[in-house]
């Protein structure tokens, strides 16, 4: 997955677009991330034991990855992730870097 944890990323779709927040949780299998902040929903909950309170809980809920960018820490910009091979000791490793700026993310 191209975004990771603890990347800026922008959201491009839904009700907080145009809006930035860094990426929490990314859940390689869905395809999703979870940004903090950013899509709330409301959740009702019901009193379980005798004493316990109900009500309406704030939740963060996970955005797919198609619907946000990333934000490249060097030059500030929205960017598309890149891959640039590394070579360590024959040892082959992919790197992520900014197209804009070419800069090792």
Known sequence: ???KKGDKVKILAGKDKG????????????????????????KH???RKEG???GIIDKSRPINTS???LICPKCGK???????????ESKQEKRR???K???EI
């Open 78 to 88: 929205t960017t598309r992730v890149g891959y640039q091979a590394v070579d360590k």
């Open 45 to 47: 909950s019901k009193p």
């Open 52 to 54: 316990e309170k109900g």
């Open 67 to 69: 619907k946000v960018i």
């Open 97 to 99: 870097i900014c197209q």
């Open 19 to 42: 809006r930035t927040g860094t990426v929490e949780i990314a859940l390689e299998k869905s395809g999703q991330v979870l940004v903090g902040g950013l899509n709330i929903f409301k």
């Open 1 to 3: 997955m191209k975004i």
């Open 101 to 103: 700026c070419k800069v």
